[in-house]
């Protein structure tokens, strides 16, 4: 299955929801005047986009319906897609991995899927042609280290690991120690999963990054925030509560083929100005994809 292929099948939920709304909307006015744009709005916050986004997206639509005398449903439709993308694209970047080793730091609450997400990063990565080493600086949880190890194997990346209960700063330490040793390109910090209300695991998320800054000055460094797409609104909340905490650089989002609540995605970037570097969409290795805008706006609407 290709991309888009896989990206349409695992977002059916959400739009099965959109079009149904949608086509209530379309088969109860009869033109696109601001009774059909204020009904459309009230789907567009129901659907986990968001008020401020869902305001802003019709704000763009009302203007784009009178400048360019839009009446037809499908046009709506294109519009709309149109603009969902340019809110996707406006902090888009790729990561930035230029130096020999670049850091992936991969933090997120308990239970999003950090663990498997890192497991099919490695793996894009090695497909990539990329020499990958993994931390395991998840020491508090109870066979995270086994679990991590397993993913690593699988995506054919080394893996340097400490005993449970071990510091995490000292298990990154080594981390970087072997990544400089071994030649790799690219090393993925694993991190106990964490709530922002939590003070000693978010003061011990601010020592493993000094550990990095110190060992690495000059690294090409990112923070991956892992969210879970099924939680709609509190992923956000949890984007908002981290970047007080540390300098997220991008996103992924998980989950995304098991909820109707896919359209979070979009009220997330617009929100918070941090790009979705990867979506994942499946439970194989090869489920998690490389972020695409436009393919996304096509799959939901």
Known sequence: MGFFDKLKSGLNKTKESFDQKI?????????????????LEEILIMSDIGMDTSLQIVDRLRKRVKRENIKDEEDVKRVLREEIQKILDEDKRELNLDTKPSIILVVGVN???????????ANRLVKDGKKVTIGAADTFRAAAVEQLEVWAKRAGAEIV?????????????????????NGSDVLIVDTAGRLHNKKYLMDELHKIKKVINNECEGASKEVLLVLDATTGQNAINQVKAFKQETDVTGLVLTKLDGTAKGGVVIGIVQEN????????????????????SEEFAKAII
């Open 23 to 39: 086509n209530t909307v379309f088969s109860t006015f009869r033109k696109v005047d601001e009774d059909f744009l204020e009904e």
């Open 111 to 121: 239970g999003v899927g950090k663990t498997t997400s890192i497991g099919k990063i």
């Open 161 to 181: 690991k400490r005993d449970e209960g071990a510091d995490p700063a000292s298990v990154v330490y080594e981390s970087i120690k072997v990544a400089k040793e």
């Open 273 to 292: 100005h941090i790009p979705v570097q990867f979506i994942g969409i499946g439970e194989q290795i090869d489920d998690m994809e490389i972020f695409n």
